[in-house]
C-alpha cells in the first residue's frame, strides 16, 4: 500500500500511476479532494500532524510527499510538513520519496546537475533545503529510507508555474503579456506526468534512495518560444510577449503579494536555467516528455478539455 501527500497535478498523476498497476492508493489532503477512481482511498488529514500522518501511513511500503503548503506559507509551514514526513516514516518504516525543486542550488553557474551542492540564495530556497538536510540525515543515521525528486518549472495538465500562471493565460487570450524575466533565455521545463514516473522509479529501486535525483527533463526553450507555441497550437497570431524590468516587479511588489514572492527567485529567469538530467534518464531508462506533448497538455486543460 502507498501514501500520497497532496492531490495536485504531481500527486494526482502519482496516484494514477500506481493504481493503474493494481496497487493500493491513500491520498491524503486537508479536505479528503482528488481523483475518482473505485480504487481510491482518500483521506482528509492535515499531513503535517505526525500522529496522523503515522496513522494513516500504518502498514504502508511507500510514503509520497507529493503536496505542500501554500506558496506564502512556505517559510513556517514546510518544517512543520517536514518534521511530519520524516516522524511518520520513522514510526511505519515506510521509504519516504519527496518531490524537491531546484532552489535548493541556488544560482547555477551552469546546467544543473544532482551532485551539485545545495547553494540556496532565496529565503524559499532556504527551507527546502534545510528539510531535505534533515531528511537525509536521517537516512544516513539509519532512521528512515528516503530520496527526493526535483525537477523545474511545470508543465502539463493542471501544472502551476511561472508560465503557466504568468504568462500562458495572456498568450491564450490573445494579450500583450509583460514577463519579468529574459523572455529569451534557456529555461528548463519539466512534465507533471515525467515527476510522477520518476517518484515511482525511485520508489522502486533501492538502489536509487539516499540522494536526490533530477526529473527527466527536455532540451531548453526560452519563454519567448514556448509562447510562441502556445499561440500557434490554439490558431492565434504570435503571442506578444515583452520584458518587464526588474524595477517594475520591484515596486508591484509593495502592493501585490504574488509579485512579492517572486523578486526573490528573479535568479532563476534573468539567466539560463537549466536542469541536466542525463542521470535519471540512463539510471531508469526514463526519456522526457517533448516539450510540445507538454505545453498541448497544459493548454487543452486550462481550455477545460480535461
Known sequence: MHVVVGAGPVGTAVARLLLDRGEQVKLVTRRGSGPEHPALTKVAADASDP????????????????????YPQWIPDWPKLGTSLIAAAEKTGALLVTTGNLYPYGAPDGPMREQDPDRPNSTKGEVRAKVWAEALAAHRAGRIRTAEVRGSDYLGAGAVSFFTVGVLPGVLEGRRVAVPADIDAAHSWTAVDDVARTLIAVADDENAWG??????????VSIRDLAADAARMVGLPAA???????????????????????????????????????????????????????????????????
Open 51 to 70: 500522529a496522523a500522518l503515522s496513522a494513516i501511513a500504518d502498514g504502508a511500503s511507500t510514503l509520497l510527499s507529493c503536496g505542500g503548503p501554500p
Open 211 to 220: 540522494r536526490t535525483w533530477l526529473v527527466p527533463t527536455a532540451p531548453p
Open 240 to 306: 506578444r510577449v515583452t520584458e518587464m524590468p526588474a524595477a517594475v516587479l520591484w515596486l508591484g511588489g509593495l502592493f501585490n503579494p504574488q509579485a512579492k514572492e517572486i523578486r526573490e527567485l528573479q535568479y532563476q529567469f534573468r539567466e539560463p536555467f537549466v536542469v541536466d538530467s542525463t542521470q535519471a534518464e540512463e539510471a531508469f531508462g526514463l526519456r522526457p516528455t517533448p516539450t510540445e506533448d507538454a505545453l498541448q497538455a497544459t493548454i487543452e486543460a486550462a481550455r477545460g478539455g480535461n
